[in-house]
Nanobody, 114 residues
Framework: QPQLAESGGGSVQAGGSLRLTCASP???????????IAWYRQAPGKEREFVAR???????VYADSVQGRFTISRDNGKKRVFLQMNNLKPEDTAVYYC?????WGQGTQVTVSS
């Protein structure tokens, strides 16, 4: 099992919504709640960029480009972090990655068509 595993990507039209999930199957349940977890994304030909972060204390931080449209949340009992993405735009098209410290998931593709 990987440290982090993303799911929930897909293809939607502009204005649509998707909910991404980051699961942490190898984490010890009591430890997961202490982790800060972040989402990053990488579009073709571009560098990986920060999207959102949620701390152990549930403080959230967002990139300016997604502020007001994306919401990050966590369910510590299920060892999962979510990224609710609303009002999606074509420029949100990218592979989305979950991150904790030096660990990265395999990514999930999000494609938004105009």
């Amino acid at each position: 099992q990987p440290q982090l595993a993303e799911s929930g990507g897909g293809s939607v039209q502009a204005g649509g919504s998707l909910r991404l999930t980051c699961a942490s199957p190898r984490s010890i349940l009591s430890s997961f709640s202490t982790y800060d977890i972040a989402w990053y994304r990488q579009a073709p030909g571009k560098e990986r960029e920060f999207v959102a972060r949620i701390t152990s204390g549930r403080t959230t931080v967002y990139a300016d480009s997604v502020q007001g449209r994306f919401t990050i949340s966590r369910d510590n009992g299920k060892k999962r972090v979510f990224l609710q993405m609303n009002n999606l735009k074509p420029e949100d098209t990218a592979v989305y990655y979950c991150n904790r410290d030096s660990y990265w998931g395999q990514g999930t593709q999000v494609t938004v068509s105009s």
